[in-house]
């Protein structure tokens, strides 16, 4: 809390040690999609509170992407080869042959059956496990391609959803509606400003000072802000200096300081509580002792 107190008093202008004129910290809310504004719940002069549901743009095109990306990873599932039931085909031959090899290796021990045979059955065994590694690791082959296709429109999803969620417009700051630029039935499109909100309850000074002065301030020093009080006198507001520039500017044309020959000068920003006589863009007067 500030310790100065206030006072209404005439002061001489030629005392005065900067002059400024107030600003806030203004935050422009733009559409984070493209599309038609389905309505824009705000009104210039009102306050809204952080997190309000302001606005919505329309969402119809991005469902109806979202709905085809979803069709065709049906599509791609769809081709998706069947690994183990042709692995089980393979099996079931393997196991129809290795009856017949066991019937055979009998018939060997009897005398019954050749050598010749049996080697043509063992072969055919062999080959019945090179074909089902081969075949599972084709079939794994491509399907592992076919699925990397699914992955990349699982994104194109994930993104339509991320597009559909910054449809809706939420406040992001609490504070009082300056501008409206949009209205409900426009196009938008990415980037495009809606409207602009500053916290009008606290206001900041931009005052201008010399060389001079720059060493007899610090941050976070306490001053006097004066302002005209309507009636040919000066209300005065205690202020808290928030930020001084490192980097020295020309004097800006609607700006005077008490040395008139000050080319240079040095940028400070003074935070002032505002009781709802101060406006943006106001002329003030900084009074440093």
Do not use: H
Not at 6 to 13: D, F, H, Q, T
Not at 135 to 145: F, I, V, Y
Not at 208 to 218: D, H, R
Request: aromatic share 6%.
């Amino acid at each position: 809390m500030f310790l100065l107190p206030l006072a209404s008093c005439n002061y001489n202008a030629e005392l005065a040690d900067a002059y400024g004129n107030f600003e806030a910290d203004e935050t422009v809310i733009s559409a984070e999609t493209a599309g038609k504004l389905l309505y824009l719940n705000v009104q210039e002069g009102t306050e809204i509170p952080s997190g309000l549901d302001v606005a919505l743009v329309d969402t119809t095109q991005l469902f109806l992407k979202k709905e085809q990306l979803k069709a065709g990873i049906n599509a791609i599932i769809s081709k998706v080869q069947p690994v183990q039931s042709q692995i089980n085909v393979l099996i079931e031959k393997r196991r129809n042959i290795a009856r017949e090899k066991n019937r055979i290796e009998k018939l060997l021990a009897d005398s019954a059956a050749t050598r010749q045979q049996w080697d043509d059955i063992s072969g055919q065994l062999e080959l019945v496990d090179r074909e089902m590694t081969a075949t599972r690791e084709r079939l794994e082959s491509a399907n592992k391609g076919i699925l990397s296709e699914i992955k990349s429109l699982e994104v194109q999803i994930a993104q339509i959803n991320d597009q559909i969620v910054k449809s809706l417009v939420l406040n992001p700051a609490q504070g009082t509606v300056l501008q409206k630029f949009a209205e409900p039935g426009e196009v938008t499109a990415f980037g495009m400003p809606l409207y602009k909100v500053a916290l009008l309850s606290q206001l900041y000074l931009r005052a201008y000072i010399s060389g001079n002065q720059l060493a007899t301030l610090s941050m976070g020093q306490v001053v006097s802000v004066g302002v005209d009080d309507g009636e040919g006198g000066i209300k005065n507001y205690p202020g808290r200096i928030t930020w001084i520039s490192s980097k020295a500017e020309f004097t800006p044309k609607v700006i005077q300081t008490r040395e008139e020959r000050v080319n240079l000068v040095y940028a400070i920003k003074i935070l002032v509580e505002n009781d709802g006589l101060l406006k943006i863009g106001m002329p003030g007067e900084v009074y440093f002792n």
